[in-house]
């Protein structure tokens, strides 16, 4: 027993940790291995609208859980079994809110196990971008299952391009119109590979000043004429509609071509079938930036909450 000067020390050093314990945010309380609570701070108080020194002695799961005996699934029974500190999410309807619940053990002089300390922190924020991302995951596997359906299912070729890189990837139609493969096969393949060295005068003659650079730099579509070659060197006709995106601060070209070596369709039909593929690009890059930045808030959420 410490006297005199010793004893006034240790009063303030009680009474400065009891000011920093009921000034936590999180709840916290610290119970036998009978369940019993023996201190419990304010924040947890105020969950129950208790004073703290009237929690003294009621049995924890009682009071969280609403059960006469202890919660199987807390992380407070498993502490009590192999004396181990666990750190576990918890979702019972009884508490009201997700939380995230750690059990660190405390022992006596011997070494034996003598109590639990229990700290719960609110992570309903977390828990709601997480839900969140789970809708906008779920949202844009739908839309990018309709968009790979009109994707593939066109019968012209579509591709998207980044600029100065080659192609990022085709549909189906352009891995036959070319004379590829497979997908694989197509985008190892720069459109120049695609392309005579040269373009003959007449019908098509219009595309000689359009280049891909300046096409890169300007908003808007690009419709014109131009003579395409398959890797088996046999050259074709072919109208492109070519589309420039800036989509999370980059540049994603999109060029649609279709065969017009026996017959020139109408050209509205072809521009109201790539908006309805514009569209649908548009809302399937603009739904996984989405789910970047929920990803990125559920990173601080965890970072800032210790979750590993």
Same mark, same amino acid.
């Given at each position: ?37 023996? %201190? ?22 009682? *009071? ?12 407070? !029974? ?9 750190? #576990? ?15 660190? $053990? ?14 719960? %922190? ?33 019968? =012209?070729?579509?591709? *998207?391009? !980044? $600029? ?16 590829? %493969? ?42 014109? #004429?131009?003579?395409? &070659? ?15 995106? !800036? ?17 020139? %369709? ?8 790539? =908006? #309805? ?17 929920? &990803? ?13």
């Amino acid at each position: 027993m410490a006297f005199g000067k010793d004893a006034k020390r240790d009063d303030i050093a009680v009474e400065e940790w009891n000011v920093i314990f009921d000034a936590i945010d999180d709840a916290i309380f610290v119970a036998d291995i009978d369940n019993n609570i023996r %201190k419990a701070n304010r924040s947890f108080a105020k969950l129950y609208d208790i004073a703290p020194e009237k929690l003294i002695g009621k049995k924890c799961y009682e *009071l969280v859980h609403k059960m006469d005996k202890p919660w199987p699934l807390c992380p407070f !029974e498993k502490t009590k079994l192999d004396k181990k500190t666990h750190v #576990e999410r918890v979702d019972d309807p009884n508490i009201g809110f997700p939380v995230l619940v750690t059990t660190s $053990p405390i022992f006596d002089r011997d070494g034996k196990l003598a109590g639990i300390v229990h700290i719960a %922190k609110n992570i309903s924020d977390y828990a709601k971008a997480q839900e969140d991302l789970e809708k906008e995951k779920k949202a844009l596997e739908e839309s990018e299952t309709k968009y790979r359906a009109i994707y593939d299912s066109s019968t =012209d070729a579509v591709m *998207l391009l !980044e $600029p100065g890189d080659g192609f990022i990837g085709g549909n189906r139609a352009a891995i036959r119109m070319f004379g590829c %493969k497979d997908e694989a096969e197509f985008v190892s393949h720069t459109p120049a590979d695609f392309s005579p060295e040269y373009q003959p005068d007449g019908a098509l003659s219009s595309a000689k000043s359009v280049e891909m650079t300046d096409i890169a730099a300007k908003n808007g579509s690009h419709f014109f #004429e131009w003579k395409h &070659k398959r890797i088996n060197g046999e050259e074709f006709d072919a109208s492109v509609l070519l589309i420039r995106m !800036e989509l999370g601060g980059e540049i994603i070209l999109q060029a649609t071509v279709r065969d017009i070596s026996g017959q020139k %369709k109408n050209e509205a039909e072809l521009k109201k079938k790539v =908006d #309805e593929l514009e569209r649908f690009i548009k809302v399937t890059v603009g739904r996984e930036l989405r789910m970047k930045e929920l &990803k990125a808030k559920i990173a601080r959420l965890e970072s800032k909450l210790g979750i590993k």
